[in-house]
């Protein structure tokens, strides 16, 4: 065992502390404010970040009501979908968050959330429960399947839903009819009591590499790899390029963008080569993935 890694056999802990290590460490949760009704239609809203989409084509996704790990009793949203197989799955962003954390409240069965929180009720198309209006979207879903995973104290039960309709609020839309993810303002759950919030300060792209196939990290060179200044975020950067640059580039490039730092270092070869990484992480940092490596190979050119 490493000596700096805590190695926990789950049957050995109590369920609060399990339950602490799970939400501790995967997140941040997406939150589901599910809508639901019971048998004579009155209302319930509870969050839920046991959370995600799960397919598209049907749309499936799946939240999960757990039992209480303090006294093993069922969520008001379990036992309305055993009765009424349909929920609004409603988004949450910054704007609701305060008044979503109030609805997740014990109230009693037979308080009604919306007015609690105040929060306000829309009739959904084609279900029976309310959608949350000030959610920027929303999503009316009729439930296909409960899989209980226990019955004790802390279970799931993952409540399958398949989306009937969708409701978008146009405020979040870019001008394509997407949903813009810097407008959407969504929040998430982490450990304990935090929350992130997905603005444009804490959200970075990469592009996925669905249609290309990288070199890979194993067939960098010895220099890049063993570098002190490149980040293994970087080496995972440079391993995405499909095909390395050709000679003529890197020269043609060494010439044109870098025959500064080769005439100010031309007799110190060790500062050279750091000054080339620090510039290929510059560049890296502007995803400009092939003027990186023209930089690290100029070195050996």
């Known amino acids: 065992m490493e000596d700096n890694m805590l190695t926990l056999d789950p049957k050995e802990l109590e369920v609060p502390v399990l339950h602490g290590y799970l939400l501790g460490a995967v997140g941040p949760r997406p939150i589901a404010f599910a809508s639901t009704v019971d048998e004579n239609g009155a209302p319930n809203l509870a969050p839920f970040s046991f ?22 009793t069922t969520k008001d949203t ?7 197989p349909e929920v609004v799955i409603n988004v949450v962003n910054y704007d609701i968050v305060e008044k979503m954390s ?4 014990p109230f009693a069965p037979d308080v009604d959330e919306f007015k609690k929180s105040g929060l306000t009720p829309v009739p959904s198309d084609l279900i029976k ?4 209006k000030e959610s920027p979207v ?9 899989v209980e995973l226990g019955d004790k104290g802390g279970a799931g039960n993952l409540v399958i839903c398949e989306v009937v309709k969708i409701h978008v609020n146009k405020a979040v839309l870019d001008a394509n009819n ?10 998430s759950r982490m450990g304990g009591n935090w929350y992130c919030r997905a603005d444009e300060n804490s959200m970075f792209e990469i592009v996925k590499p669905i249609t290309t196939v990288g070199i890979g990290i194993d067939n960098l060179p010895e220099d890049i790899l063993d570098s002190k200044i490149l980040s ?3 080496l ?8 390395l640059p050709n000679e003529t580039d890197v020269n043609d490039y060494k010439l044109t963008e870098l025959s500064d730092l080769f005439v100010e270092f031309e007799d110190d070869k060790t500062t050279l080569e750091i000054k080339l990484h620090e510039k290929a992480k510059e560049l890296l940092t502007q995803d400009k993935l092939e003027e990186a490596w023209k930089t690290l190979l100029s070195f050996n050119d």
Do not use: T
């Not at 429960?129 to 949350?132: A, L, T």
């Open 102 to 105: 109030l609805a997740s409240s």
């Open 51 to 72: 959370f995600n989409v799960f397919s598209a084509n049907p749309p499936i996704m799946v939240f999960s009501p757990a039992r209480s790990g303090r006294n093993n």
């Open 178 to 187: 997407k949903i813009d993810q810097k407008k959407i303002d969504l929040v």
């Open 232 to 234: 293994g975020n970087d």
């Open 129 to 132: 429960p309310f959608r949350v």
């Open 78 to 84: 379990y036992n309305n979908v055993k009765k009424v």
């Open 138 to 146: 929303q999503f009316e879903c009729k439930v296909n399947e409960v």
């Open 236 to 243: 995972g950067k440079l391993g995405g390029i499909e095909e």
